[in-house]
């Protein structure tokens, strides 16, 4: 019993040390891994601090919102699953549409690319104005950031009831967008009154 006893506390010793190894690497591990699927969304929006921004997903079987952000300092800033960034476009609201003495109807969505622009291309508001279809579907990434520089300015349109105020909003440069996604946007302004539909 005596020399049984001395053969097998070395070897239990030894799985439990090798079993303490495991559980170290993956408590390491997971923090890590768990890391790589977010996103750091930026949304750099020049002349536009106080606007409200938000993030959505619109696939086929998964929709979903993030709340709302306030630009500070020319940005809002949005974590998210990196699943999340397919299908992903841009709700935005300027500080002026509260004034509006009528309601646009919609909310303002930024175009991440409009018809026949190619992604890293800049576009003025004149340029965008002249456009009638647009995609704002982000075909989603893995990296830990990704910025989107958007431009945005108030434009008047025929609302309910009367003019009103709202936002054109547009990417600056122009990204790359899911294909067949190209909706109709109204002299340069995209807008939805649900979740845009990417895919």
């Known amino acids: 019993m005596s020399v049984s006893g001395r053969r097998t506390v070395p070897a239990l010793a030894a799985v439990l040390a090798l079993v ?3 559980l170290a690497t993956l408590l390491v591990a997971t923090p890590s891994s768990a890391a790589t699927d977010r996103t750091r969304v930026v ?3 020049a002349d536009c601090e106080g606007c409200q921004v938000f993030v959505q997903q619109g696939l086929r079987n998964r ?3 993030s709340r709302t952000r306030t630009v500070r300092d020319g940005k809002a800033v949005f974590v998210v699953p990196s ?3 397919r299908g992903m476009s841009i709700g935005i609201t300027g500080t002026w549409e509260a004034a509006s003495p009528h309601p646009s109807g919609f909310q303002a969505i930024v175009t991440l690319r409009y018809k026949g622009v190619a992604a890293g291309s800049s576009i003025d508001q004149a340029g965008a104005a002249t ?3 647009g995609s704002a579907c982000f075909p989603g990434t893995d990296a830990h950031r990704v910025v989107f520089h958007v431009t945005a ?3 008047t349109i025929a ?3 009367g003019p009103a105020d709202t936002t054109m909003a547009w990417a600056d440069p122009q990204v790359r967008t899911m294909r067949s996604t190209m909706m109709e946007v109204f002299d ?3 807008g939805a009154q649900d979740i845009v539909p990417c895919w």
């Open 43 to 45: 949304v750099k929006v």
């Open 83 to 85: 699943s999340r960034t």
């Open 159 to 161: 609302g309910n009831g």
């Open 131 to 133: 456009k009638q279809r």
């Open 153 to 155: 300015r108030k434009v």
């Open 63 to 65: 929709w979903w919102a």
């Open 20 to 22: 303490a190894g495991l």
């Open 188 to 190: 340069g302004v995209a």
